[in-house]
């Protein structure tokens, strides 16, 4: 049985994302761990809208930001994939981990 550790890595700030990213597919690569991805979402873009008072019609302009998102995943390793999932990440950056057992056919 292996199993497929899923790394969903988000960011409002593209930069800091592109180094975790590249800092964990540069440890797999020396680790010789299999490491399928960065695989890259297209950015979402949100709008939320601000208001002075409670009252309409007075209100600030809309608040726009855009969120990145990345997807590792990392085919058996599994010492490689908890020390991954565990590691620290800056504070900008949201990690969602997902682990799957994978049977062969025929089992």
């Known amino acids: 049985m292996t199993f497929v550790t ?3 890595l988000t960011s409002g700030n593209r930069h800091v994302l592109e180094d975790v990213v590249g800092d964990i ?3 797999a ?3 010789g761990a299999e490491l399928k991805g960065p695989h890259p ?3 979402a873009d949100y709008r939320v809208p601000l208001s002075k008072r409670l009252d309409d019609g007075d209100s600030f302009d809309p608040w ?3 969120v990145y ?3 590792v995943r990392i085919v058996g390793h599994d010492g490689f994939a ?3 999932s565990q590691r620290e ?3 900008d950056v949201h990690v969602e981990v997902e682990v799957e057992q994978v049977t062969n056919a025929g089992r």
């Open 41 to 43: 979402a297209p950015p």
């Open 69 to 71: 998102k990345r997807t």
């Open 6 to 8: 899923t790394l969903t």
């Open 64 to 66: 726009e930001y855009t």
């Open 82 to 84: 908890r020390q991954a």
């Open 25 to 27: 597919k540069t440890t």
């Open 89 to 91: 990440f800056p504070d």
């Open 29 to 31: 690569e020396r680790k």
